[in-house]
């Protein structure tokens, strides 16, 4: 098969992409969730292909200008095997919609000459409600042999036609790529193949907990791509959050593994290191249905120090909830100065060096609460507790971010409320001695905590669902890092490792002190 019809496919709809992208604002597009695929991800996305079938029937929900269908043929037409090709493509964009048409017919022009059957259907309709009944009929949705998509990235309400009509894996507010990888899932024939680039934000949480159950009884992953850098998936539009592709097939059969791959700037210099990884690792069946996306054994060690320990955090009898101030719903207790009947309100700015600081004056922010009977509801009961800020920026180093504060506080203060940017890491039933909580503060000072919690959560947000979900040791064992950690004089994240590894070696007596030895009691599933 001549060479130019490989390269050329992708090169024309990539052109003509580049035209429209001239005239709209990003700004817009951005609006819609529109993102259009870069030249090199839809190659990798192509590469997945398995399917050397002779007939192939394939969807495209949220086409764009069908680069992604465009770098597809090249794959299957570069195999020769191929003699009908089967495309419908969804796309509402009436700006881009002839675009797509122009694309798809001069495909089908090359296609001829080759003498290869290429059938194209574009439907600007919607795609969830056009196969609203689909949806609902079993035996009747099973049409593709396989899908690939770029879905648009964009909240709607959970009162939207289309969350309707998927109600059943619908939490909370949803977004609409979810529902595009639940329909295309739908779709597909048995063992029909699943290629998607979707942000990270589905493998964890409680929104997206309905739909990770119903996808992976479905359809089972069997490779992810991760990109190091944030925007480096779609560098010309700017997409600050994280995106992944993954690779699925449609079956119920549980794989033996998975192969996870990562590159720092997919556009420009490909990936960089590859793992295969046991499946239940990546997607342990405990209930969540999280999904774990290590990339080194660096990240494997971490999980399965966690994991070892058996049981969550929830179990062992802790639990972090939010601070219950919210400062624009009680703007009349706000103030700015100490005050006769004022406690310290607890801001994220609080924290330094792993202790609460509260200083006389915040600019832009009011370090002091009134404490009267309207406002004892908000107020945190005396007690040993464990603070964590809620947000962290991308580019800071930990996403844990920790602070004790001591019932001593309590007293040295007359109270304490807590705004809600910050979450209280407190124990269920009963009060924490000084030692869990200096204990608690080790284990969610270390590197092997914040790395776990970076494992599961793609976002910059400390999510309760997610941290409670978290393997914790025993309280027991939680008070033995607290009484340790009286030697160091300043707990950083080192010693908090050191602190942790020491506890370990008590356990395992192939310890060499200064680093930790993993055999026996730790499982590292590479291959």
Same mark, same amino acid.
């Given at each position: 098969?001549?060479?130019?019809?490989?390269?050329?496919?992708?090169?024309?709809?990539?052109?003509?992409?580049?035209?429209?992208?001239?005239?709209?604002?990003?700004?817009?597009?951005?609006?819609?969730?529109?993102?259009?695929?870069?030249?090199?991800?839809?190659?990798?996305?192509?590469?997945?292909?398995?399917?050397?079938?002779?007939?192939?029937?394939?969807?495209?929900?949220?086409?764009?200008?069908?680069?992604?269908?465009?770098?597809?043929?090249?794959?299957?037409?570069?195999?020769?095997?191929?003699?009908?090709?089967?495309?419908?493509?969804?796309?509402?964009?009436? %700006? =881009?919609?002839?675009?797509?048409?122009? !694309?798809?017919?001069? @495909?089908?022009? /090359?296609?001829?000459? +080759?003498? #290869?059957?290429?059938?194209?259907?574009?439907?600007?309709?919607?795609?969830?409600?056009?196969?609203?009944?689909?949806?609902?009929?079993?035996?009747?949705?099973?049409?593709?042999?396989?899908?690939?998509?770029?879905?648009?990235?964009?909240?709607?309400?959970?009162?939207?036609?289309?969350?309707?009509?998927?109600?059943?894996?619908?939490?909370?507010?949803?977004?609409?790529?979810?529902?595009?990888?639940?329909?295309?899932?739908?779709?597909?024939?048995?063992?029909?193949?699943?290629?998607?680039?979707?942000?990270?934000?589905?493998?964890?949480?409680?929104?997206?907990?309905?739909?990770?159950?119903?996808?992976?009884?479905?359809?089972?992953?069997? %490779? =992810?791509?991760?990109?190091?850098?944030? !925007?480096?998936?779609? @560098?010309?539009? /700017?997409?600050?959050? +994280?995106? #992944?592709?993954?690779?699925?097939?449609?079956?119920?059969?549980?794989?033996?593994?998975?192969?996870?791959?990562?590159?720092?700037?997919?556009?420009?210099?490909?990936?960089?290191?590859?793992?295969?990884?046991?499946?239940?690792?990546?997607?342990?069946?405990?209930?969540?249905?999280?999904?774990?996306?290590?990339?080194?054994?660096?990240?494997?060690?971490?999980?399965?120090?966690?994991?070892?320990?058996?049981?969550?955090?929830?179990?062992?009898?802790?639990?972090?909830?939010?601070?219950?101030?919210?400062?624009?719903?009680?703007?009349?207790?706000?103030?700015?100065?100490?005050?006769?009947?004022?406690?310290?309100?607890?801001?994220?700015?609080?924290?330094?060096?792993?202790?609460?600081?509260?200083?006389?004056?915040?600019?832009?922010?009011?370090?002091?609460?009134?404490?009267?009977?309207?406002?004892?509801?908000?107020?945190?009961?005396?007690?040993?507790?464990?603070?964590?800020?809620?947000?962290?920026?991308?580019?800071?180093?930990?996403?844990?971010?920790?602070?004790?504060?001591?019932?001593?506080?309590?007293?040295?203060?007359?109270?304490?409320?807590?705004?809600?940017?910050?979450?209280?890491?407190?124990?269920?039933?009963?009060?924490?001695?000084?030692?869990?909580?200096?204990?608690?503060?080790?284990?969610?000072?270390?590197?092997?905590?914040?790395?776990?919690?970076?494992?599961?959560?793609?976002?910059?947000?400390?999510?309760?669902?997610?941290?409670?979900?978290?393997?914790?040791?025993?309280?027991?064992?939680?008070?033995?890092?607290?009484?340790?950690?009286?030697?160091?004089?300043?707990?950083?994240?080192?010693?908090?490792?050191?602190?942790?590894?020491?506890?370990?070696?008590?356990?395992?007596?192939?310890?060499?002190?200064?680093?930790?030895?993993?055999?026996?009691?730790?499982?590292?599933?590479?291959?």
């Amino acid at each position: 098969m001549p060479c130019y019809i490989k390269m050329h496919l992708v090169e024309m709809a990539v052109e003509r992409t580049s035209s429209y992208l001239e005239d709209v604002p990003k700004l817009k597009r951005k609006d819609i969730g529109q993102f259009f695929t870069p030249t090199k991800i839809a190659c990798l996305m192509a590469d997945c292909v398995k399917n050397d079938s002779e007939t192939i029937v394939m969807l495209d929900p949220g086409a764009g200008t069908g680069i992604l269908t465009a770098a597809v043929l090249e794959k299957v037409l570069e195999r020769g095997q191929v003699k009908r090709i089967f495309v419908d493509l969804f796309e509402t964009n009436e %700006e =881009i919609i002839p675009i797509l048409f122009d !694309n798809m017919t001069s @495909i089908q022009k /090359k296609m001829t000459n +080759e003498r #290869i059957d290429f059938t194209f259907n574009v439907i600007s309709e919607d795609f969830i409600t056009y196969n609203k009944a689909r949806w609902e009929d079993a035996e009747q949705s099973k049409q593709y042999d396989l899908v690939i998509s770029n879905p648009p990235y964009v909240k709607i309400g959970k009162e939207s036609e289309q969350a309707c009509i998927m109600e059943s894996i619908v939490f909370g507010q949803p977004n609409l790529y979810c529902l595009f990888m639940a329909m295309a899932s739908k779709l597909l024939k048995d063992d029909g193949e699943f290629i998607f680039i979707v942000p990270r934000s589905f493998t964890s949480g409680l929104y997206f907990s309905k739909f990770r159950e119903w996808f992976l009884n479905e359809m089972k992953i069997l %490779e =992810i791509f991760t990109f190091e850098s944030r !925007n480096s998936a779609f @560098i010309s539009d /700017k997409v600050l959050q +994280e995106t #992944i592709v993954i690779y699925a097939l449609k079956t119920k059969t549980v794989p033996q593994f998975v192969t996870i791959s990562e590159s720092k700037n997919i556009v420009s210099s490909g990936l960089t290191r590859s793992i295969r990884v046991e499946y239940d690792f990546c997607m342990p069946n405990d209930g969540n249905y999280f999904i774990l996306i290590p990339t080194n054994e660096s990240d494997l060690k971490t999980m399965s120090l966690m994991n070892d320990w058996g049981s969550t955090l929830m179990d062992r009898g802790y639990m972090l909830r939010t601070g219950q101030v919210v400062d624009f719903r009680e703007k009349e207790w706000l103030r700015e100065k100490y005050e006769v009947g004022a406690v310290p309100l607890i801001w994220p700015c609080n924290f330094k060096n792993g202790v609460i600081e509260i200083y006389d004056f915040l600019e832009k922010k009011p370090q002091y609460f009134l404490r009267c009977e309207e406002t004892n509801r908000v107020m945190l009961a005396p007690g040993n507790y464990v603070l964590i800020k809620r947000f962290t920026a991308k580019e800071e180093p930990r996403r844990l971010q920790c602070a004790v504060l001591p019932e001593r506080f309590f007293e040295d203060h007359g109270g304490v409320c807590i705004e809600n940017h910050v979450n209280i890491l407190t124990k269920k039933n009963g009060s924490m001695s000084a030692d869990e909580m200096m204990g608690l503060f080790v284990l969610f000072g270390s590197s092997y905590s914040d790395d776990y919690y970076r494992l599961l959560n793609g976002s910059t947000q400390v999510n309760a669902t997610e941290f409670n979900s978290m393997c914790s040791p025993t309280a027991e064992k939680i008070a033995e890092f607290g009484l340790a950690s009286r030697d160091y004089p300043a707990l950083d994240t080192k010693a908090c490792d050191t602190i942790i590894n020491d506890a370990m070696y008590a356990i395992n007596s192939q310890e060499v002190k200064g680093e930790i030895i993993w055999e026996n009691w730790m499982r590292l599933k590479t291959y």
